[in-house]
């Protein structure tokens, strides 16, 4: 595959994505040329999403953005699982039907999607939309002998099919204790996986010859992505913890029920850990995305999950995150200085041969399996090519300033970064400074107010006192002919 970047540069590498089924690295080779079939695993919606959803989200939409960028032509599918048990009982506590509980948890969702700048899929099914074709699924594994029926529930026959446990590597005794199995003696073997659950009193379910009830969790998706992507497509994504029993279970129905390979390609990423212990909403160490955008911008912890290659885990930790503030700021402080520049002077772009060799480095890095932490020493050295061309105070090279900052900004784009127009930027990031420090925008305002008037009455000392208690928050005061204003105080070199 080959593709033209902005900078003229073809690019014939191919794409190298690890493949944790073999568990190498391998050239990507898509079932239709020019074509990317991918799917990913998305929410079940009883909850807010936290950081663990956003680094996935990030993850597969920084994927997605790379694929576009190289030509190709992508369909993307995410799917809701928008009928569960955890949706049951969600729908209790809150006293609102299961409906209503799934579509307040949907556009909630798409409310911190859209804050993180994470693209809509091409498609994005609910799984209640396509309860018949699970029933067609289930209806076939019975047939073809892979499941069985107990009771009006219907099981797969793990040891029916010869690849379980292909994908995950696992050994009898990890699979039993990671799929932690409730005893039920109607099973043929204690990995055996609902397909189809009868219905109990007062809960939601569907007629299908087998009996009423609903489908279990795992028959979803494989409904949903060949559904939309065909037999087999391209990648298959999500995080680790889903790789067993969720996609094991998922490759194995699938092609027991078609006898074709159902994926070509499976990409997890890492956990988040917070504070080195691993994120867990039964120990109650998770950061719901809406609080962690109170205090800083989404693009900050877009970045903290980039700086991170994907397939590791990554720590969340305060300090890691003040850090990776910073760095948002030092890349934000350039683009403004160039649009200030090119506002100042509106010169025309000339190409620059060291702006090109590291935009050819960026895209080695994201060619070898999307390594994202490569990609941004890049974008950072674009950064500081601009601004040492801006500091040396030489018209000439105005045209390789705006050639760079072009450069920056196709890249940023690929990540999903320097997204906010400069101002909207400063003015949010004004807002959530006051919020982590503890003041309010009217304090600071009336506080600016009485420097004013002590230094119109000339108290000079009231008015130094105020200005270094601001500071103490962060805040600088900048004192011009018509005003005072304030801003957040960063270290941008």
């Known amino acids: 595959m080959t593709n033209n970047t902005p900078y003229g540069k073809k690019y014939a590498m191919s794409i190298r994505v690890y493949n944790t089924y073999t568990g190498k690295k391998e050239d990507f080779i898509p079932v239709e040329e020019g074509k990317l079939k991918l799917y990913v695993c998305g929410v079940t919606v009883y909850d807010h999403c936290h950081i663990g959803h956003g680094r996935s989200a990030v993850v597969f939409d920084v994927i997605y953005r790379y694929f576009l960028a190289r030509g190709y032509d992508v369909t993307f599918v995410k799917n809701f699982t928008d009928i569960d048990d955890k949706i049951l009982k969600k729908s209790w506590m809150e006293g609102i039907p299961w409906r209503e509980v799934a579509d307040k948890y949907i556009e909630s969702y798409y409310e911190d999607m859209e804050r993180l700048n994470i693209l809509r899929p091409t498609y994005e099914p609910k799984a209640t939309e396509h309860i018949e074709e699970m029933i067609e699924l289930v209806d076939t594994l019975l047939k073809k ?42 099973k043929k073997n204690p990995l055996d996986f609902a397909l189809w659950k009868s219905s109990k009193e007062n809960e939601p379910s569907w007629d299908a010859p087998f009996g009423r009830g609903r ?11 060949t559904k939309y992507l065909g037999n087999p497509f391209d990648i298959h994504g ?29 990409i997890h990423n890492g956990f988040v850990n917070m504070d080195k212990e691993k994120m867990s909403k039964s120990l109650g160490n998770y950061l719901l995305l809406k609080d962690f955008m109170k205090s800083f911008s989404p693009e900050t912890l877009r970045l903290f999950f980039l700086s ?34 090119n506002k100042a002077y509106g010169v025309e772009t000339r190409e620059f041969p060291e702006t090109k060799d590291i935009v050819e480095g960026f895209y080695r890095a994201m060619d070898d399996d999307f390594n994202t932490a490569l990609a941004l020493s890049y974008v950072f050295e674009l950064t500081k090519v601009i601004n040492r061309l801006i500091d040396e105070n030489d018209e000439s090279t105005l045209p390789y300033v705006l050639y760079t900052k072009d450069a920056l900004l196709s890249v940023c784009n690929i990540l999903g970064l320097a997204g906010y127009e400069i101002h909207d930027f400063e003015a949010q990031e004004k807002l959530r400074h006051l919020r982590r420090v503890g003041l309010d925008i009217n304090t600071v305002e009336g506080l600016i107010d009485e420097r004013n008037t002590a230094r119109k009455s000339r108290d000079f000392r009231r008015a130094d006192e105020i200005r270094e208690y601001l500071l103490k928050f962060g805040i600088i005061l900048q004192d011009t002919p018509s005003k005072t204003e304030w801003r957040v105080k960063h270290k941008i070199h």
């Open 215 to 225: 489908p279990g969790w795992h028959i979803e998706c494989s409904v949903m992505s």
């Open 238 to 266: 999500g995080g680790k913890d889903l790789i067993f029993p969720h996609h094991e279970n998922e490759k194995a129905q699938s092609e027991a029920a078609t006898g074709k390979r159902f994926v070509n390609y499976w």
């Open 308 to 341: 991170t290659h994907y397939r590791s885990p990554v720590d969340y930790n305060d300090r890691a995150i003040e850090d990776t503030n910073q760095a948002l700021h030092r890349l934000y402080y350039t683009v403004k200085r160039v649009a200030e520049i």
């Open 145 to 186: 002998g892979y499941a069985y029926a107990v009771d009006g529930d219907v099981y797969f026959s793990v040891d029916s099919f010869k690849g379980y446990g292909e994908l995950s590597k696992r050994s009898l005794d990890e699979m039993m204790a990671g799929a932690r199995i409730e005893v039920d003696e109607r």
